[in-house]
Structure formats: structure tokens, C-alpha cells
């Protein structure tokens, strides 16, 4: 089950580095377009995402003057390659993803961060069972047939906070069986019901199911909130200043008619950013699973 | 007319309208059935889909009853419900339920129960199966629907607007042992209630539409975009229109959202939505029908919430309005083809009424008078022509009898209904001619037609037509005249245009000797052609007869027998009434004897009978002629005056007919010597005219040229004319006038011309003399003379005045005297009567002037035969000889003898010799007549003349006068004094006086007194002096 993960984890940054390779050249020859596209957090289907994301992209339309579409990909994967091919102008991306790509694309520009709940400022990876469950993490030793619940492989608190938590307690990750759910809140109703033994996810998820039976063993260290990042050869600076001034300034009554970003956003921290580069660089030195994510180092 | 005329169009717009409104009526009922047929159609739908809808609604009540029931009857699930009653164990009871029941919410999601939520007693949110995160809020204000369930303990159910998504609610309370555990929901989201409800039809499309009001709680945390304003109204929204929640479920179709769109502007949509009851709506999108059925949906508190919209193709009202539109285009077809029928029918009509008002048009137009009578001979109709010519009104005439009216013959005695012809012999049809009386009163005659109007064998009357005849009948009287007239002595043919002949008279027939049908069908040219004129003849005669419509001329035609005759023809075009030609009239007569006596007068007029040369007329026409060609031609011109020396000797020798023969061969030579193109006249008597023209322009020529033809004309005459009488030898004198131009006139140029001739005689005869200006001077002198004379004896001859001249004896003594006349001229003076005697003898002045001279001689003689010293005297008076032969000569002297009182024995008459022997016989007569009164006699100027002793001897005179020119030359030549000798010695045999005139000089005297001469008269003694001077002389 290790092995696969991995190899297909491997797989895919291959792909992508590959992809990102044959891209830059195009995207130096891309000209600045009218039309800006926005690819949305792949969360639900295509037509409920764009649907929710549409009201966020008519609102960053009115701010800049300019058109701006929005263009759903399945996964983080295909907006990397987009983004990377010029395909699209604006991504929302989670901080492990924005790593990823700032790996193999310089001047990235981060607009700003959304807010995944109600006056979030940051977030943490939890540890998550449910009530009746295990109460530490290394009770896990102890149940038979453990099973480790994660939400998506380069999901920041997927398999790499994870690794982590395990890592503090003195385990490994990989010694165990962990299935990929999805979704954050897939994970905790999957734990709910028993079907797995811990989880893994955001603690703004987990805290809405708390309620329900699902307890937090343990938290991790404040993670980046997830951003809306422009490449820097569509928006030019005077109007990454306008989108920014103006999407932080959005009153609540407007925050109510959107969607994504509905929560409203703040200020791209880019020294929460950089530390969070370093935790994941060091956790990667450290282990062996996590420095195959050094891959993504590779530029073309 | 006029308004029949306008009362066809009406007509036709009627038909046309009635036409029109069958159609609309047809199309109306085709719309109305339509309609009523589509009502039906929605109420099916409708009512189709509400019994669909209570359908699903009821199959799932029932299910979800058994789910409920099976629920309740699960002792785990009671007890876990009865823990959460407790709040501190209530987090665990949910996790135990979510659990125990997750696997159930599966099979409920399955069967399309997505709703699957438990609430506390308190009415808060205990566990959604659906959104297990989300429980514990208080449902108690937005949720009703748990409260009155709660209150009741009853289920309900009903469609309902959930916090997260509408459905057909199903909300059961949960009881154990009468406590009150809370309430359990089972909710179908529309997408479940569509398919179970597709499942019964499948060709509707269903969509689900909320009232708005109801959902503005949610709408305000409508974060994810659930609702959004429907398609159908802006009032209704739609629930999760991309399917978030459901993403397997279709989303509406375009063309649902098409009609949709429709019903949104669609006030009956509106209208309906608002009733909160079901209807249904159709609409005609392209080519096709769709079908909205809005079925009411009513909450749990029967309260119309939503509505399920179902929509489809509504293809039995497409059939039903294709079924219509045919019925529509058969309507239309049938109201087209009745349209066609009607219209046919009207315009039969029309053409008929049109018809019958052309007819009565012709009626009303026909110059003939018609009028019908019914079987009793009452009339019944009569047309405009007919009152107008009866002078009465349709009032006056309908109802009575013709013949009462207007029959003339009912005037006659005795007049009776069967006298008219009309209604008794002409009653089966009478066609004549009649009197009627007309506008006037007065009977007219008319041509009268009158036939039986017939219905089968049924006689219903008659119908009589009239026209007045009496300009015809004039008209045939005039024909008749023409007739008559046609039948002229002139010729007639009538032809068409192609000179075809039409008709000839009977004179034709005797003129040309063709009858009527040989001439009828053949151009007279054929017939009459005799080919004496040119086609040019014809061809002008045509011209000017086409120009002018109308010729005349004469034409030598041919008779049937081959004889040539003139005829002298009139051809008129005849022209109809539009202007054209239509025959041509000719009319001739024969003038073939009437032209020969033109001919004949003409040659009298013109020509001389007995050379034939032209005459002095015909002369001066030609010679006219040349001077205008001489002026127009710039051409010189000559004419030759010829006259016979000595032609009066030949006619008193050898007579008349001899100078005719000689005149006549005269004419021939004359003819010889000249040009063909010349003219050789006779003016009368000897007198000849060569006229020569075309001489060129250059005077001097001419001149040559007539020189020439004046010498051949001279050189003719050298060989003598043989006549009856032998052979004759003539001489001519001519005289020669040239012109040019018409400078002169013809008159001036003969004068001229003669003039020169003169001029030839007196030169010597047998010569050529062209005319000068002094022979013009001359002539002019003597006729100024001439008019002065002429005033002079009007005004009593005072500018005349005697002079007399002595005659004395061998002693000088004064013997006698002679009268001599002198004229004293107010301008000229003393004028001598060498100047005008001829003259006045000429154009016979003489015979006044010599009258006042004898008057005036005698009454001086009667002063001298008064006086002793002087009544010896005797006095001689000159007497022309156109006095002497004039008849009234010897009376007039007889009368002036007795008046003046004188002693005839004392005057003398002197006489020439050329004055007696021009009429020797008669002059011998006067004298002796004169002698008779007493009077001497004596001859003047003797010795010049004949001097011949035949006739010398037989004149009774008394005295010779030895002429002056003897005298004169007395002393110088012998042979003058040989003739004075010989006068002097015949005049002693004859006993005559001798009287020596001219005498000058003494050796004059002398000679004639050695001779015998015993009275002397001249300058020697005495010049002519006035009576004063002559007196004196005497004394």
C-alpha cells in the first residue's frame, strides 16, 4: 500500500515536472490577455464549484475592469499544469501547492488569502477520532488493523501533516494503512461511522463535527490559508494593488453573496509562507517519503 | 345611369363582403373550435398532472409511512432517542444513531428519500443525515410544520422549504410510552418526486418553482447559490438550478427555459401564479406547441408554496392546429371559390344590368323614335327621339293611343281606329312610310316599322319604330335633280380613287362611243387613251389634281372608232365626310369644232390672212416678249421697218391683186433672208417687220448682225417677183431700230424704226437706215408742235396770223395777192410753215387751220374788194389736199364765200399737184364744184410733180405756178430754164395764167417775162408781210 502511494506520488510530480518543463517556454511567449481565467479549489463538482466561484470572479471583474472566466480542473495537478501553460491567470491554491508551484515558477503573486471560516486568520492540520476511538495516537499500536484516514496526497494536511504527527509520536506514517478520502469532511464522517482508526485534517473542518463525536488528539503547527495567486505577466502590479485593496475591504453584506471567499479574506503572509516552506523542507530531509517532494525542486 | 353605375360597385363590395364575412365567420369558428379544443387539451394536461402529482404524492406517503413504521418499531433507535434525551448524552446518542442509521440512509437516499433528519422535542436539529455537521439549530420559527406536528402528534405532509433544500415533507412524531421524543422527517427533493413522476410519462419535463416570499429567509444566506430566480417568474424562484445538490440530475432543457421565458412575459402566467391554482399554459414556439402545466403545490399548511412545472410538446394540438389550418385553408379555398362564384355571379349581373342599360342607352341614343303598344294599342314605352320629335312629354304619351296623338290620318274625315294602319292592317307588322305629326304639329312624313311583339303564340303588343324621312325625301328629290342633272351634254365619269370607273353618263356614251358597261370596271385611260399626251401630262395632272382636288385642261382623247377628238375636262375630287377622296367626278365636253374657230380667230387675231405672217399684234406680243428676254437676257435686239418703194403704183397700175401676189412672195423672201427664230410681220399694206433678238450683248454686233440680214433682205429683192401680170421689180426701204433692254417701248420701237425707214425713202430708197436721235428730235419737235397747234386752234387760232405777199405784173404793180399762214409761237416765236404745215396736214389739223385760213383771207378780201385801190386784188388761199378731198370742203368754202360777203371772182384756190392727183377723179370734181362758185383755181408748185398734160388738160384751172426751184436756178441752168419755158408755153396753149413764184432777182424777171411770164411773185417784189405792211404796199 506504501510502495503504490508513493510510486504514484512519484508518478504524478514526474508528470508534472515534465509538464512544467515544456511549459515555461510557452508561458514566456504568452502575452498579457484581456480576459483573465480563474481556476477555482476543486471541493465539489464542476458545475457547483464554478457556480460557487462564478460570484468571487464577477466581483475581481468589476474590481479590475477586465473580464475574468472561471475554468474548472479536477485537482491541483491540472491547475499546476495550466497555470504553468498559461492556461490560466488566477489559481486558488493551498500553501503545499503554492510551494510546489513556486518551485518551477518564479514571481509568483499572491493576491490574497481566503478565509476558510468565520474570522480565520490561520489554520492547523489536526489529528482527529472520534470520541469512542483512540484517545492518543500511539494507542494505534495497540488495534488491530489500523487504518489512517487522510483527505488528498498533496493536500497540506493530507499525507504530510500526517507523517508529521506520526512522526512526534515516534511512528512512521507508512507503517500503517491510510486511505485518501477526498475531502476533509469525508474523513471525519468516515471516522464517525468507525470505518477508519485516526484521521487526519483542518481544524476548521474538524471543529464542525465535533458536535457529532469526533475528538482532536492533536494539533499542528499554524499552517498559510489558502490564496488566490495571479501570475505576474497577466496582472500588472497597479492592478494586483487594486484587487488586493479592494477584496480586503469588501463589506459583510457583499462577503454574504459570494461564495468562495465568502468568509472574506486577509493579507498574504509571506513570512507564515516561508516558515511553512522550511517545516516542509526540513520534514522532508527527515524523511525519506517526504523528500521525494524535493522532486518538485526540478525546474526544466 | 349614374346611379345604377354607382350602384354596381356596390354590389360587388356586398358580394365581396358577404364573401369575406362567411370566411371570417368560418375562420372564426375554426379558431373558436381551436380554442376550445386547446382549453380542453390544457384542462387534460392540467387535470393529467394533478392526478400524476397526487399520484406520486399518496405512493409516497405510503413508502415512506412503511419506512416510519419500521423505524419506530426498532428498539435501538427508540432507545438512542430516548437517550438524547438527556443533553449529557445526547452527543453520544447522535454519534449511536448516526451510526445504527447510516446504512438505512443509504437505501432511503437510494429511493430518493435524500432527507433523512431528526429533531429533538425541543424542535432543534438532532441529527441530518444529509449534513451530519450541521444540527442543534432551532427550527421552531422557519420549520411550523414540527410545531403543529408536535402539537398534534399527528405525521404531516406536505412540500415544505427546508433550511437546505425543499421537498415533500414527511414529519412523524416520535412517541414512547406518551413521551414525546422528538420528530423524525423524511424528505423527497423535487428530483426525487421527477423521476416517479417521469415514470408515469416520460415525454414531460418537470421543473419546480418556489414563491419567493416564502424563501427570503433564505435567500438572504443563499451563499451557495441555491435558489435563483425561476424561468417562468421573476416572483418564483428555482431550487438548485445547476443541480448542485443533485449533480445526476438534469438541469431544465433549453427549451423548457425557452417557454419559460415566454410564460415570464405571459400575463395569465402571472395571473395564474398568483391564484395559486393550477393551470396550464400552451405556446406556439417554433412551429410547434408547448404545454405548461403549473400544478399547484401546497405546504404542509395547505398553503400554495410552489409549483410543479411541467412542461412538453403538445403534439395533438399541433395535430389539432394543423387539422384546423386545413380546415382554415379548405375555408378559405370554399370562400374564394364562393368568392369567384359570386363575383361571377355579380359581374353576369353587371353585364346584364349593363346590358340592359346599354340597351336602353341605345334606346335613349337611337336617332329613330321607337314607342311599344300593348295588345289594347295603349303605349307602354317610347323612347327620347321619339317625344322629342313628337314635341311631348312620356307623362302626356304612356297609357294612350298613338293614333289619337300623333296619326295624322286620324284628322282625315271620317278617321276611324281601323283607319289606322298601324293598328289595323299593320297590325301583324307594317313597314312604310307615314305621316306623323311632329313637334310643330305639322304632319311629317316618317318611315314607320312596325312589328308584333310575340311571348310564344300570346301577341303582347307592338313594338313601332319611326324615323324621320322628310329630309330624305328632299334628298331624293335633290337625287332626282342630280340624277337629271348627270345626264348632261357634258360627259361624265365618276371613278374610285384608283381612277376605276364607277359610272358614266349617257352623254359619255355618245361622246366616246362606249356604252355604260363597256366603261364601268376600266380606268378611262384605257378606253380613251390616244397617246397624243406624254405621261408627264399625266403624271402633273395627277399632282395638281391630288393637290388641289380639283384639274382642268384639255386632252386629246380617242374615240371607240379610232377619231381623235379634243375635249376639254374638269376632274374634282370628291370627299367624304371624314375629308378623304372617295371618287373623282370628270366631266367633259368635245371641243374639238370649238377649238378648230379658236384656232381660226386666233390666226385673225394674230396673223395676216394673206401672207400668213404675224400681224402688228401679234408683232407687238412677240416684240414685248423680246424686250423682256432682251432685259432679263441682257441680249440686243433689232427691228427692221421695211416698206416697198413705189408698191402704190403697182396696185393703182396693175391693181390690187397684183400687189397681193407681189405682197405675198414679198413675205416668203422675207421669211428666207432670216433667222427660223426671227419674226417677219406685215403691219398692213406694204409694210413689213423683221423682228431679230437674241443678238448678243455688245451693241455694236447686234448692229452688224442686222446689217447683215438688212443687206440679205436688200440682196432678195435684186432678182425680180414673178407675178400673173410677169415679172415685177420691186425695191424695199428699211428702217432700223436697235434695243436693249426695255428701254423703250414697243410702240417707240416701231416708230423708230419707221422713222428710219423715212429717213432710207428720203435717202434715196432701196437702202438701210438706222434710226438716230436727231430723227427722235425731229419727231418730238413736230409733235410738241402738234399739242401747241392743238391749243392753238382751241383758244381761236390767236398765235395764228396771214401774211401776204404780192404778186405782181410786168410794171410791178400789185395784181394779186397769196394768203401765206404764219404761227406765232409763245416760246419758239415766228415759226415757219415749213415746220408745221406737213405737219398739221398730217394729222389733219390742217382742216381747221385751213378753215380759219379761208375765213380769215376772205374777210381781208372782202376789206380790199371794199376799197377802190384794192378791189382789183386777187387773192390766193393754199388748200391741202386733204382738205380739197375732204367732203365738206366745197360747202364749208361755199359758206365762208357768202358769209365773208365777198366776190367769189376775187380768190383763188391754189392747189398742188400732189394733193389732185392722189384722187385725180375726185379732186377734178371738187374743182369743178368750186369753179362752180366762182372761184379760180391754180396750181401750186408746178413742174415738181407729174406735170403731165393728160391730166393737166383735164383740170379746170385757171392758173399754173411756176415752182421756186425753177425760178431759182433760172439764171444757172438750163434745163430749169427749159421746163419754165415749157410750163409758160403749155399754159398759153391752155389758156392759163402763169404766176413765177421765187422770184429774187431782176435778171429772174427779166427771164421769165422774155418767156412769157406775165406775173411775178418773190423776194424781188415783196417778202409775205402782215395786212398793215401789205396795205401800206399798196397804198
Known sequence: MKSSFVTKIQQNIQILAISLGFSMGIVASVEAQETLVFAPLPKESEVATITRSLPLANEMARILDRKVTVKYYKNYHEIIQAYLAGAVDIVQLGPLNYIALHKVAAGLQPIVSIRAAKNQQSYRCVLVAPLDGLAQLDEIKQIAAPKVLLTQPLSTCGWMAAEAFFADAGLTLSDYAYQSEGAHDRVALALLRNEGSIGCMADFIAERFQGLGLEVLKEGPLNPMFALISNPKKLLPTELQKLQTQLLGLSAEKLQTLGVGKFGFVVFDQQQMTQFTDRVEKLATKNEQLSELQLLDVTP | MIRRELAKPREKFWAVLLIVVLWLLSLLFVSKSFLEQKELYLEKQNSTQKIAWKAVESIHIKGVDAYFFSLKA????????????????????????????????????????????????????????????????????????????????????????????????????????????????????????????????????????????????????????????????????????????????????????????????????????????????????????????????????????????????????????????????????????????????????????????????????????????????????????????????????????????????????????????????????????????????????????????????????????????????????????????????????????????????????????????????????????????????????????????????????????????????????????????????????????????????????????????????????????????????????????????????????????????????????????????????????????????????????????????????????????????????????????????????????????????????????????????????????????????????????????????????????????????????????????????????????????????LRTACAQLFKWQSNALSQHLTLAVNVSAKQLLNADFVTQLQEIVVSSGINPSGLKIELTESSVVHDIDKAIAVMNAIRGLGIELSMDDFGTGYSSLTYLKRLPLSQLKIDQSFVRDLEHDADSLAIVQTILAMAKTLKLTVVAEGVETLKQKELLELDGCQLFQGYYYSRPVPVEAFDKLLG
Open chain 2, 74 to 853: 426498532s428498539k435501538a433507535v427508540m432507545d438512542l432517542l430516548l437517550l438524547a434525551q438527556d443533553p449529557q448524552q445526547a452527543k453520544f446518542a447522535r454519534l449511536s444513531l448516526y451510526r445504527l442509521l447510516y446504512g438505512n440512509y443509504q437505501t432511503l437516499k437510494q429511493q430518493g428519500l435524500s432527507i433523512f433528519h431528526f429533531q429533538d422535542s425541543q424542535t432543534r436539529s438532532f441529527l441530518r443525515f444529509h449534513k451530519p455537521s450541521r444540527f442543534g439549530d432551532d427550527l421552531s420559527i422557519i420549520r411550523p410544520s414540527l410545531l403543529r406536528v408536535k402539537e398534534s402528534l399527528t405525521p404531516l405532509h406536505g412540500f415544505e422549504v427546508g433550511l437546505l433544500q425543499s421537498g415533500f415533507r414527511h414529519i412523524y412524531p416520535i412517541q414512547k410510552n406518551d413521551q414525546f421524543l422528538g420528530t423524525v422527517e423524511f424528505s423527497q427533493p423535487f428530483e426525487s418526486l421527477r423521476k416517479e413522476m417521469a415514470l408515469l410519462d416520460d415525454s414531460l419535463e418537470y421543473g419546480l418553482i418556489h414563491k419567493k416570499s416564502l424563501l427570503e429567509f433564505k435567500m438572504a444566506s443563499n451563499a451557495d447559490n441555491i435558489y435563483a430566480e425561476s424561468a417562468f417568474s421573476d416572483e418564483w424562484l428555482e431550487e438548485d438550478p445547476l443541480r448542485k445538490l443533485s449533480p445526476s440530475s438534469a438541469i431544465m432543457s433549453s427549451e423548457m427555459r425557452l417557454v419559460g421565458h415566454l410564460a415570464k412575459r405571459d400575463r395569465q402566467v402571472v395571473l395564474g401564479l398568483t391564484s395559486g391554482q393550477s393551470f396550464s399554459q400552451v405556446y406556439f414556439v417554433k412551429g410547434t406547441y408547448k404545454v405548461l402545466n403549473f400544478i399547484a403545490i401546497n405546504d404542509v399548511s395547505h398553503e400554495n408554496n410552489a409549483y410543479l412545472v411541467s412542461y412538453r410538446l403538445a403534439k395533438d394540438l399541433d395535430r389539432l392546429l394543423r387539422n384546423s389550418l386545413i380546415f382554415a385553408l379548405m375555408a378559405t379555398i370554399i370562400a374564394l371559390v364562393l368568392g369567384f362564384i359570386a363575383l361571377s355571379w355579380v359581374s353576369a349581373k353587371r353585364a346584364q344590368q349593363k346590358s340592359l342599360d346599354f340597351l336602353e342607352l341605345i334606346n335613349e341614343t337611337m336617332a329613330q323614335g321607337l314607342y311599344v303598344v300593348n295588345s289594347k294599342g295603349l303605349i307602354t314605352e317610347i323612347n327620347s327621339a321619339a317625344l322629342t320629335f313628337l314635341g311631348l312629354t312620356k307623362q302626356a304619351v304612356l297609357g294612350k293611343r298613338a293614333h289619337d296623338l300623333f296619326h295624322v290620318d286620324r284628322m282625315e274625315p271620317g278617321g276611324s281606329q281601323t283607319d289606322c294602319y298601324l293598328e289595323g292592317l299593320g297590325k301583324s307588322g307594317f313597314s312604310g312610310e307615314l305621316q306623323f305629326l311632329n313637334h310643330v304639329q305639322n304632319p311629317c312624313w316618317v318611315r314607320v316599322n312596325s312589328r308584333q311583339l310575340l311571348e310564344g303564340t300570346k301577341n303582347l303588343g307592338n313594338v313601332v319604330m319611326f324615323h324621320d324621312i322628310s329630309t330624305e325625301r328632299k334628298n331624293a328629290e335633290s337625287l332626282r335633280v342630280a340624277a337629271t342633272a348627270f345626264e348632261t351634254q357634258e360627259g361624265i365619269i365618276i371613278t374610285d380613287i384608283e381612277g376605276i370607273i364607277l359610272q358614266v353618263n349617257s352623254a359619255f356614251s355618245r361622246l366616246t362611243g362606249y356604252s355604260s358597261e363597256e366603261a364601268v370596271g376600266v380606268k378611262p385611260g384605257v378606253l380613251l387613251h390616244s397617246g397624243m399626251q406624254s405621261k408627264d401630262f399625266y403624271a402633273e395632272m395627277w399632282t395638281v389634281l391630288k393637290a388641289k382636288q380639283s384639274w382642268q385642261g384639255e386632252v386629246r382623247n380617242c374615240r371607240k372608232d379610232g377619231i381623235q377628238y379634243l375635249e376639254w375636262l374638269t376632274v374634282e375630287a370628291v370627299q367624304n365626310e371624314k375629308g378623304e377622296v372617295s371618287q373623282y367626278v370628270g366631266s367633259f365636253s368635245d371641243i374639238t369644232e370649238r377649238k378648230k374657230a379658236q384656232d381660226e380667230i386666233f390666226n385673225l387675231a394674230f396673223y395676216d390672212p394673206l401672207t400668213q405672217l404675224p400681224n402688228r399684234r401679234l408683232l407687238k406680243e412677240r416684240l414685248n416678249h423680246a424686250l423682256l428676254m432682251s432685259e432679263r437676257l441682257q441680249q440686243c435686239g433689232g427691228l427692221i421697218f421695211i416698206d416697198l418703194d413705189d408698191f402704190k403704183t403697182l396696185n393703182d397700175t396693175k391693181g390690187h391683186s397684183m400687189g397681193d401676189e407681189l405682197l405675198v412672195e414679198v413675205a416668203r423672201r422675207l421669211q428666207a433672208s432670216v433667222r427660223e427664230m426671227d419674226t417677219v410681220a406685215r403691219l398692213g399694206g406694204d409694210e413689213f417687220v423683221v423682228l431679230l433678238t437674241d443678238l448678243g450683248p455688245i451693241d455694236q454686233d447686234a448692229i452688224s448682225t442686222v446689217q447683215v440680214v438688212a443687206n440679205h433682205i436688200l440682196e432678195s429683192f435684186t432678182e425680180g417677183f414673178k407675178l400673173s401680170g410677169g415679172v415685177y421689180r420691186s425695191t424695199p426701204s428699211l428702217g432700223v431700230e436697235m434695243f436693249l433692254g426695255k428701254i423703250l417701248s414697243d410702240e417707240e420701237i416701231i416708230m423708230h424704226a419707221d422713222m428710219a425707214m423715212y429717213q432710207a425713202k428720203k435717202a434715196g430708197r432701196n437702202r438701210v437706215c438706222f434710226f438716230n436721235p436727231q430723227m427722235q428730235e425731229k419727231i418730238e419737235r413736230a409733235q410738241a408742235f402738234e399739242e401747241d397747234m392743238a391749243v392753238t386752234i382751241e383758244t381761236g387760232f390767236t398765235q395764228l396770223e396771214l401774211y401776204y405777199q404780192a404778186q405782181v405784173d410786168l410794171h410791178s404793180k400789185v395784181q394779186s395777192v397769196e394768203a401765206l399762214i404764219r404761227w406765232h409761237h409763245p416760246q419758239k416765236g415766228m415759226v415757219s410753215p415749213v415746220d408745221f404745215i406737213p405737219m398739221i396736214e398730217g394729222n389733219g389739223q390742217i382742216l381747221p387751220v385751213g378753215g380759219w385760213i
